[in-house]
């Protein structure tokens, strides 16, 4: 069975940094790619960022040059380095993991910025 584990999460100043990671477990087939996806309060799931195992990358527009999405195949793990974080960045961060018949999902981790 495949699990996603999510931490980095935190309270964080408006222009701070944050670090996300996602540990995947268990037997992944033909994956597409491993991403992020945020839930603010009273608004749906979106993209935030996607990588592939070449390393191929794409970015929601709110956050390009802000944050940067990187992987360790060896660790089957993805990251999530957050700058110049803003107000509207709070939300639930979900770890995902897109194959070509299965969609994966993390519980999420909060991240909250405010002063």
């Known amino acids: 069975q495949v699990q996603l584990v999510e931490s980095g999460g935190a309270l964080v100043q408006p222009g701070g940094s944050l670090r996300l990671s996602c540990a995947a477990s268990?037997?992944?087939?033909?994956?597409?790619?491993m991403g992020w996806y945020r839930q603010a309060p009273g608004k749906e799931r979106e993209l935030v960022a996607t990588?592939?195992?070449?390393?191929?990358?794409k970015y929601a527009d709110a956050v390009k040059g802000r944050f940067s999405i990187s992987r360790d195949n060896a660790r089957r793990t993805v990251f999530l380095q957050m700058n110049s974080l803003k107000p509207e960045d709070t939300g639930v961060y979900y770890c995902?993991?897109?194959?070509?018949?299965?969609?994966?999902w993390g519980k999420g981790t909060l991240v909250t910025v405010s002063s």
């Open positions: 995902n993991v897109e194959t070509r018949s299965m969609n994966y």
């Open positions: 990588i592939t195992r070449g390393g191929d990358t």
């Open positions: 268990g037997y992944i087939v033909s994956e597409n790619f």
